[in-house]
């Protein structure tokens, strides 16, 4: 009988809690595709991740992020690497390999952090385009610690001028307008450079109102950015609120369950996960 990858990381994540290993001395970052397809996060800078690498559906990856790390986080889609790592992707390319040597190709939604000090910033942005639903969820913060993100798919209802085909897949990704006109209107560049100026257009208010919780343009501070401190944060790719999702957060498994709320895992699931470990790891 086998086993999912969200099984095994559940159990790995049990058996980190029983051993009583510390983990909770940095910020860690839990990267879980729940799409239907397998997906290459990539991680910029990469000086704690290697840069990039492949996930299939319901898998998680763990890292942890240097104290004051700030860079992007973001998925690739439709790629194809060979043995050594070279390769190509449809949407979020950051060169020709499997890790990544700089920031990705728009359109990509892109989650960015800045960590270090007291207070931890973190967003999502559609500023570069769309090409998956993403959310960031921190854990057991202090201050705001909000959600934040875009759980729509936008594929279906992007602008016809702004889609990205692929000859075999369709539209692929939702490109900025900045992306498709150049414009310094568009792009917040130039006389528009300023929050004064650089203002809403009709291409980003369709990207706010279908996630309002993520970055729709250059100066859409108010409304994206959020601050926290001493989280962990869990970025997850396709996902919905009716999804378990679990990660380890200052020596106890935490799951949100399905309901949106995280909670320190039962004692029942756990009895129920360690029958499941035993024969996983004999």
Known sequence: MGFTSVTVFLAWLLLIAISGINLSNST?????????ETIWPAITPNNFSG??????????????????????????????????????????????????AGAGVPPATVVEFSLGGEIDYYDVSLVDGFNLPVVVEPIGGKG????????????????????????????????????????????????FSTPVTCLPTNYSRIFK??????????????????????????VTFC??????????????LICNEGSGMLKELSQVWKLLLLAIITPLFM
């Not at 001028?161 to 939702?174: I, N, Q, R, W």
């Not at 109102?209 to 869990?234: G, H, K, L, N, Q």
């Not at 996902?239 to 106890?252: G, I, L």
């Open 239 to 252: 996902s919905s609120r009716n999804q378990t999702q679990c990660t380890y957060h200052d020596k106890k």
């Open 28 to 36: 860690k970052f839990t990267i879980t595709n729940y799409c239907n």
């Open 209 to 234: 109102e279908a996630c309002p919780r993520a970055y729709s343009f250059a100066y859409d501070d108010p409304t994206s950015i959020v601050t926290c401190s001493a989280a962990d944060y869990m």
């Open 144 to 191: 705001n610690c909000s959600s934040v993100g875009c759980e729509r798919d936008l594929l279906p209802n992007c602008p016809a001028e702004l889609t990205l085909k692929s000859p075999t897949d369709g539209v692929v990704a939702c490109r900025s307008a900045c992306d498709v006109y150049e414009s310094d209107e568009y792009c917040c560049r130039g006389a």
């Open 51 to 100: 840069g990039g690498f492949a996930l299939r559906p319901t898998q998680s990856a763990v890292f942890t992020p240097p104290p004051d790390w700030h860079g992007r986080i973001w998925a690739r889609t439709g790629c194809d690497f060979d043995k050594n790592g070279t390769g190509s992707c449809q949407t979020g390319a950051c060169g020709t390999h499997l890790q990544c």
